[in-house]
């Protein structure tokens, strides 16, 4: 079992830059595929990005060229570089794991408690 933490969110201007950070606590880190989604007011949540233990990385179309999933496996701590962000960017970002690298949210049996990103026009 792994236990997620989520830091970095904030308030942003658009064109600016964010970076997430999820710690995780557990065993076994570096054999989890790691991901992050997001939920904004209304909708449901999404797929952002994930990555797997040997660093294969997948992106939604619409992150891909402005968001970079990274995994430091000595600290078990994922990231999530956000760059060129957008209004519609804003949501509660989540992260979240388990061994299977999907983009549905039934892919995954671990999440954090999620990060509150807006971004202003």
């Known amino acids: 079992q792994v236990q997620l933490v989520e830091s970095g969110g904030g308030l942003v201007q658009a064109g600016g830059s964010l970076r997430l950070s999820c710690a995780a606590s557990g065993r076994a880190f570096s054999m989890y595929v790691m991901a992050w989604f997001r939920q904004a007011p209304g909708k449901e949540r999404e797929f952002v990005a994930s990555i797997s233990w040997s660093g294969n990385t997948y992106y939604a179309d619409s992150v891909k060229g402005r968001f970079t999933i990274s995994r430091d496996n000595a600290k078990s701590t994922v990231y999530l570089q956000m760059n060129s962000l957008k209004p519609e960017d804003t949501a509660v970002y989540y992260c979240?794991?388990?061994?299977?690298?999907?983009?549905?949210?039934?892919?995954?049996?671990?999440w954090g408690q999620g990060t509150q990103v807006t971004v202003s026009s």
């Open positions: 979240a794991a388990d061994f299977r690298q999907g983009i549905l949210e039934p892919d995954y049996d671990y």
